[in-house]
């Protein structure tokens, strides 16, 4: 069954040296779960291709309120701030911080539909 659109994501960009990239793995693997134990928490984990060492980690909420909560915990929970001092010993200077939103796409074009069909004719005659 596919998740639903997350209500709120908070994404955080930061860089991690090579020498504690193993390192903040193994973090993770105990990590994740404890982020997620709450329920209607999903924790993703990306690395950039052409920047080695940068890194992006999402927190994607099912719910306004799972994320209100879970600010909670995060402020709170001794568990959680233990965790978030280990994690800060990975990760070189501050992170970026963001919080965001989906925003759908309306009006989306269809393959084979006349509006693209019309846009690409008009993009000829110029």
Same mark, same amino acid.
């Given at each position: 069954?596919? !998740?639903?659109?997350? @209500? @709120?994501?908070?994404?955080?960009?930061?860089?991690?040296?090579?020498?504690?990239?193993?390192?903040?793995?193994?973090?993770?693997?105990?990590?994740?779960?404890?982020?997620? +134990?709450?329920?209607?928490?999903?924790?993703?984990?990306?690395?950039?291709?052409?920047?080695?060492?940068?890194?992006?980690?999402? +927190? @994607?909420?099912?719910?306004?309120?799972?994320?209100?909560?879970?600010?909670?915990?995060?402020?709170?929970?001794?568990?959680?701030?233990?965790?978030?001092? !280990?994690? =800060?010993?990975?990760?070189?200077?501050?992170?970026?911080?963001?919080?965001?939103?989906?925003?759908?796409?309306?009006?989306?074009?269809?393959?084979?539909?006349?509006?693209? !069909?019309?846009? +690409? !004719?008009?993009?000829? @005659? =110029?």
């Amino acid at each position: 069954m596919a !998740r639903p659109e997350p @209500a @709120a994501q908070v994404v955080l960009i930061y860089r991690v040296p090579k020498r504690k990239r193993a390192g903040l793995l193994r973090f993770f693997r105990e990590a994740f779960p404890e982020y997620e +134990a709450p329920g209607g928490i999903h924790m993703s984990l990306f690395e950039s291709v052409q920047e080695v060492g940068l890194f992006v980690e999402v +927190a @994607a909420y099912d719910t306004d309120k799972a994320f209100r909560l879970d600010q909670v915990r995060v402020e709170k929970d001794p568990k959680m701030r233990q965790l978030l001092g !280990r994690w =800060q010993k990975f990760i070189e200077g501050r992170p970026e911080v963001h919080l965001v939103r989906n925003v759908p796409v309306i009006g989306k074009v269809r393959p084979g539909s006349r509006q693209k !069909r019309r846009t +690409a !004719r008009s993009s000829r @005659a =110029q």
